[in-house]
């Protein structure tokens, strides 16, 4: 069985961080180790909310105790998302490092949680410093959503070839895969969304439909990286994990469930995770 530690947020009520990614990584069969690190009453987009950051001590002593039993030495992969506080990065930068001395073949997944169009940054200053010269750098993928792209690299992608090139700018870094996990960009067919994922062997797109959702459910991005590393993991093919987690996610997303639901819809529309309804084709594009 695949074992995956994953280190992100917790939420009380509704879908997103581990909430949202360990449940993926289960129902897909693997064995999710969740670190929280930060525990919230609910995702931020609610406008309010309870909680607080996991002090960067804590989150070692978790990692200890997890080590202590046997967990770190079983894990085929790290993924990594909201950091709440930059001294976390440091424990992420551990626990990779614990897991890849019992293993090293394991992955590790970072997804740069920092902000998207329209938001803005939703981090602290010095996280995007973090991400961009100590954790992408390190990391065996990466997994920003456009705006966070457009971050790491200081680079415009508002076309294919500037996406291309920014993926190409990142990969430079240290990662191997870059997945872009929502693309807008001008000359794509209208009322469709994509996702690119790039690497060494080369870089493919998949197209869906936009979908309308008022409010836009938080997590997708979270569910997103999950279904991706689980499915890399696996087949180590990009452009296969590429599109079953494009499926998936708008399988999730499209379901009656979702409508109206600020937070993903994971249980109601669980069986889209591992059969999803349509299929998108990756398209080579590089």
């Not at 981090?123 to 992408?136: A, E, H, M, S, Y």
């Not at 929502?182 to 797109?205: F, I, K, N, T």
């Not at 979702?258 to 080579?284: C, I, M, Y």
């Amino acid at each position: 069985m695949t074992t995956i530690l994953t280190l992100q947020s917790h939420v009380a009520f509704g879908h997103v961080g581990n909430r949202a990614a360990g449940f993926v990584l289960e129902r897909l069969g693997c064995a999710a180790i969740a670190i929280d690190t930060v525990r919230y009453s609910n995702h931020t987009g609610h406008g309010a909310w309870t909680g607080e950051a996991v002090p960067a001590a804590e989150l070692t002593r978790l990692l200890d105790g997890v080590a202590a039993a046997g967990g770190l030495a079983r894990c085929d992969a790290v993924l990594s998302g909201y950091l709440g506080r930059a001294a976390v990065g440091e424990v992420v930068l551990d626990a990779v490092a614990r897991v890849r001395a019992a293993n090293p073949a394991a992955l590790w997944c970072c997804d740069p949680v920092m902000g998207d169009h329209g938001q803005g940054l939703f981090v602290g200053p010095q996280i995007p410093v973090l991400f961009r010269d100590t954790l992408v750098p390190a990391a065996d993928i990466v997994t920003p959503n456009c705006f966070e792209l457009e971050v790491l690299t200081g680079l415009p992608v508002a076309r294919l070839d500037q996406a291309l090139a920014a993926t190409a700018a990142l990969r430079r870094l240290g990662p191997k895969l870059v997945l872009v996990t929502s693309l807008v960009r001008a000359e794509a067919e209208p009322g469709m969304l994509e996702m690119l994922v790039d690497g060494a062997d080369g870089a493919w797109l998949v197209a869906t439909p936009r979908l309308a959702l008022e409010p836009p459910p938080g997590g997708a991005g979270d569910a997103t990286a999950a279904l991706f590393l689980a499915r890399y993991v696996t087949t180590a093919d990009p452009a296969e994990a590429l599109a079953g987690a494009a499926a998936a996610i708008f399988g999730v997303l499209s379901a009656p469930a979702q409508s109206g639901n600020r937070d993903l819809a994971l249980v109601e529309s669980q069986n889209e995770l591992v059969a999803p309804t349509h299929w998108f084709p990756p398209v080579r594009v590089g």
